[in-house]
Antibody
Framework: EVQLLESGGDLVQPGGSLRLSCAASGFTFNNYAMSWVRQAPGKGLEWVSSISGSGDNTYHTDSVKGRFTISRDNSKNTLYLQMNSLRAEDTAVYYC????????????????WGQGTLVTVSS | QSVLTQPPSVSGAPGQRVTISCTGSSSSIGAGFDVNWYQQLPGTAPKLLIYGNTNRPSGVPDRFSASKSGTSASLAITGLQAEDEADYYCQSYDRSLSTMIFGGGTKLTVL
């Protein structure tokens, strides 16, 4: 069974940093692209970042470019999101999600999703 | 403001049929990009409901179906059940924005 388990969410002050992790199991991790998708409290879903199976190709939404970095350690079956210069508007539940294949395609389907980890940016 | 527009809410009685629309543009759905649909039950993570415009993953009841035409897509749920009460999101890609996009979500209430 495919399982994704996020961790690392916390309360952090504006301007602070945080690293999220997503531990994967039940599939050959390096054969699949992965993404982070966030959901602000009471709001809809927003794609944040994606990474290819090899880790060679990464993509970020404009609002986090230069502040967030997606990465992966295929030897540890773990996906990461390094979040710097955090802002109040980054407050959200962050989900990791598995793609269908090894490359990041335009309208990729996310299946499955982890349970999410809450990041709160507040002073 | 989402690039994909969904109605904020829809409702229906048990056993009825409801549809949820997802309106994009010539740079997203109209450009030929696939549409995926997700169901988010209260307090849980989203779950893939429909992929590649019309395909159901294994385990998803055939009460759920979807279609795509022009710059829009639609999700239909027949034989409405209480457990269908959830938020539903469409997802695609916008080539002008060069980003994956989600609709704003539709809350389905089963009366």
């Amino acid at each position: 069974e495919v399982q994704l388990l996020e961790s690392g969410g916390d309360l952090v002050q504006p301007g602070g940093s945080l690293r999220l992790s997503c531990a994967a199991s039940g599939f050959t991790f390096n054969n699949y692209a992965m993404s982070w998708v966030r959901q602000a409290p009471g709001k809809g879903l927003e794609w944040v970042s994606s990474i290819s199976g090899s880790g060679d190709n990464t993509y970020h939404t404009d609002s986090v470019k230069g502040r967030f970095t997606i990465s992966r350690d295929n030897s540890k079956n773990t996906l990461y999101l390094q979040m710097n210069s955090l802002r109040a508007e980054d407050t959200a539940v962050y989900y990791c999600a598995k793609h269908r294949g090894i490359v990041v395609v335009a309208a990729a389907k996310f299946d499955p999703w982890g349970q999410g980890t809450l990041v709160t940016v507040s002073s | 403001q989402s690039v994909l527009t969904q109605p904020p809410s829809v409702s229906g009685a048990p056993g009825q049929r409801v549809t949820i629309s997802c309106t994009g543009s010539s740079s997203s759905i109209g450009a030929g990009f696939d549409v995926n649909w997700y169901q988010q039950l209260p307090g849980t993570a989203p779950k893939l409901l429909i992929y590649g415009n019309t395909n159901r993953p294994s385990g998803v009841p055939d009460r759920f179906s979807a279609s795509k035409s022009g710059t829009s897509a639609s999700l239909a749920i027949t034989g409405l059940q209480a457990e269908d009460e959830a938020d539903y999101y469409c997802q695609s890609y916008d080539r002008s924005l060069s980003t994956m996009i989600f609709g704003g979500g539709t809350k389905l209430t089963v009366l």
